[in-house]
């Protein structure tokens, strides 16, 4: 099973600051991570997909980058409504996993 | 606009069964695989199972291998998931997802509905 590790658990940022969000596999997954956002009592919303790829709909200061073992996420110039966990998540080997979780908290 | 309401979540004992249901609409289901993805209250998410739209192909996580089965009716617009011999650790909200075409991941997910496994 493939192991994302996401760093950091938890972030507290104030409004306009860039949030950086890394997530490293245990084993090469070339370009297959994607990233989702979940604000409190709320589904999971796609975000990313395919390491850098954007979505429609999604602001642009939400960025992706990486392949292989390490990816990061980026939100640059951080608003309120950003307040949520982030995931990433590995769609190359079966079981698909998630990482842990990221916890971005406005201050 | 895509939609997928989850149904059948509640109370279950340990060793029993619940059936989940997610209706879809806005979109052609039969055009499109499905997973189902939980989360313990407080946790992260877990990947459960995958259907392939024609339900040809079918994939579980280990944990619920043997327990789980996952089933569609294109017709109804519905994806199911039969839950036998539940455990303390099936206690999660659980949510159907549609899969993005062309990948395996989702791209619209449902509210999600909670399962509590207790005596």
């Known amino acids: 099973e493939i192991v994302l590790t996401q760093s950091p658990d938890f972030q507290s940022v104030t409004p306009k600051e860039k949030v950086t969000i890394t997530c490293r596999a245990s084993q090469s997954i070339g370009s297959s991570l994607h990233w989702y956002q979940q604000k409190p009592h709320q589904s999971p919303k796609l975000l990313i997909e395919?390491?850098?790829q954007s979505i429609s709909g999604v602001p642009s200061r939400f960025s992706g980058s990486g392949s292989g073992r390490d990816f990061t996420l980026t939100i640059n110039s951080l608003e309120a409504e950003d307040a949520a966990a982030y995931y990433c998540h590995q769609s190359s080997h079966l079981p698909w996993t998630f990482g842990q979780g990221t916890k971005v908290e406005i201050k | 606009e895509v939609q997928l309401v989850e149904s059948g979540g509640g109370l279950g004992q340990p060793g029993g069964s619940l059936r989940l249901s997610c209706a879809a609409s806005?979109?052609?289901?039969?055009?499109?695989?499905m997973n189902w993805v939980r989360q313990a209250p407080g946790k992260g998410l877990e990947w459960v199972s995958y259907?392939?739209?024609?339900?040809?192909?079918?994939y579980y996580v280990d944990s619920v291998k043997g327990r789980f089965t996952i089933s569609r009716d294109n017709a109804k617009n519905s994806l199911y998931l039969q839950m036998n011999s539940l455990r303390d650790e099936d206690t999660a909200v659980y949510y159907c997802?549609?899969?993005?075409?062309?990948?395996?991941?989702?791209?619209?997910w449902g509210q999600g509905t909670l399962v509590t496994v207790s005596s």
């Open positions: 395919y390491a850098s």
């Open positions: 997802a549609r899969v993005k075409n062309g990948g395996w991941y989702s791209d619209y």
């Open positions: 259907i392939s739209s024609s339900s040809t192909t079918i």
């Open positions: 806005g979109f052609t289901l039969s055009s499109y695989s």
